[in-house]
């Protein structure tokens, strides 16, 4: 077996945009999909099963394999229930592509509380809600694919999205987490930051590039697959254009005592200076490093 042929995929907001795309990219390559999608608005409200049924129907009718789903994956019961699906369907689930999402934006001073848990509760908690529920099989066969999505407004920030960008910046550090955790388990965890043309960016961005979602499910596709061996990484895809994304730590500096307001400001620029920067890494293995070079 290679690439997604004949594994069990479960793939979340699959009804439409990006969550569509990816559902149709591995189908393509033979997966067996669980297309979830409760057909809510961007916003989060209303239910219509039919962009699920029409993806599933898309699927079939190319020659794929897919079911239906509408459980909502804010929810430990609708987390649960997905992966029900994903077992009763099909006896197993080996890739899982956590793509679900909806916007509620608004400045910071004027964003609600319910602004903030609703994106919240979707974006961070539906995917690590997903994900629960899913590990224990994971580990169990000793094999998965995990894809969680981020976006630019997590990584880089953006206006009228602290909610957005605080939910889709924590899932970055879930996945940083679930890497290193599912790596004795053959479990690899990684993170795609799309810009694409959806119903969830209309509006916002340039409606003459060619942002087809095509192009990130490309991605998320080759993250899915039993060849690719990257864990822990973040794929950007904008557009045709792939990148790379690390966070970075610059070389820094040391003090001989607790330094004071004017020692920080006098050695700023010499601490924020890049060349020479290192990707960073969890601080228990620079600890670890460190005692291991002074010969402890």
Same mark, same amino acid.
């Given at each position: 077996?290679?690439?997604?042929?004949?594994?069990?995929?479960?793939?979340?907001?699959?009804?439409?945009?990006?969550?569509?795309?990816?559902?149709?990219?591995?189908?393509?390559?033979?997966?067996?999909?669980?297309?979830?999608?409760?057909?809510?608005?961007?916003?989060?409200?209303?239910?219509?099963?039919?962009?699920?049924?029409?993806? %599933?129907?898309?699927?079939?009718?190319?020659?794929?394999?897919?079911?239906?789903?509408?459980?909502?994956?804010?929810?430990?019961?609708? #987390?649960?229930?997905? %992966?029900?699906?994903?077992?009763?369907?099909?006896?197993?689930?080996?890739?899982?592509?956590?793509?679900?999402?909806?916007?509620?934006?608004?400045?910071?001073?004027?964003?609600?509380?319910?602004?903030?848990?609703?994106?919240?509760?979707?974006?961070?908690?539906?995917?690590?809600?997903?994900?629960?529920? %899913?590990?224990?099989?994971?580990?169990?066969?000793?094999?998965?694919?995990?894809?969680?999505?981020?976006?630019?407004?997590?990584?880089?920030?953006?206006?009228?999205? #602290?909610?957005?960008?605080?939910?889709?910046?924590?899932?970055?550090?879930?996945?940083?987490?679930?890497?290193?955790?599912?790596?004795?388990?053959?479990?690899?965890?990684?993170?795609?930051?799309?810009?694409?043309?959806?119903?969830?960016?209309?509006?916002?961005?340039?409606?003459?590039?060619?942002?087809?979602?095509?192009?990130?499910?490309?991605?998320?596709?080759?993250?899915?697959?039993?060849?690719?061996?990257?864990?822990?990484?973040?794929?950007? %895809?904008?557009?045709?254009? $792939?990148?790379?994304?690390?966070?970075?730590?610059?070389?820094?500096?040391?003090?001989?005592? $607790?330094?004071?307001?004017?020692?920080?400001?006098?050695?700023? #620029?010499?601490?924020?200076?890049?060349?020479?920067?290192?990707?960073?890494?969890?601080?228990?293995?620079?600890?670890?490093?460190?005692?291991?070079?002074?010969?402890?």
């Amino acid at each position: 077996m290679s690439g997604v042929d004949g594994r069990s995929a479960i793939v979340t907001g699959a009804g439409r945009g990006l969550g569509r795309a990816h559902a149709l990219r591995l189908a393509q390559g033979g997966a067996l999909v669980v297309v979830n999608d409760p057909g809510v608005g961007k916003e989060g409200g209303g239910e219509d099963a039919t962009p699920a049924q029409d993806v %599933v129907r898309e699927i079939t009718e190319a020659g794929g394999t897919a079911v239906a789903d509408h459980h909502d994956i804010s929810t430990e019961e609708g #987390a649960l229930g997905v %992966v029900r699906t994903a077992i009763d369907a099909f006896g197993r689930i080996e890739v899982v592509v956590n793509n679900a999402g909806i916007l509620r934006d608004s400045t910071f001073h004027k964003m609600t509380i319910d602004q903030w848990m609703s994106v919240s509760k979707v974006h961070l908690d539906g995917t690590a809600l997903v994900t629960h529920a %899913v590990w224990p099989h994971l580990r169990e066969q000793k094999y998965g694919r995990v894809v969680v999505t981020t976006s630019g407004a997590g990584l880089y920030g953006n206006f009228g999205q #602290a909610n957005y960008a605080a939910a889709k910046m924590g899932v970055v550090g879930m996945m940083n987490t679930l890497a290193l955790e599912g790596a004795r388990y053959g479990i690899l965890c990684n993170a795609i930051a799309p810009v694409a043309m959806t119903r969830m960016t209309d509006g916002l961005l340039d409606s003459g590039n060619d942002l087809d979602p095509r192009w990130v499910a490309s991605a998320v596709g080759w993250l899915c697959t039993e060849e690719c061996e990257l864990t822990g990484e973040i794929i950007r %895809v904008n557009g045709p254009h $792939f990148s790379r994304v690390r966070m970075l730590e610059s070389k820094g500096v040391d003090f001989s005592s $607790f330094p004071n307001d004017a020692e920080i400001e006098a050695r700023w #620029a010499e601490m924020a200076d890049l060349s020479g920067a290192k990707e960073g890494r969890p601080a228990v293995a620079v600890a670890r490093e460190k005692k291991v070079g002074s010969g402890g």
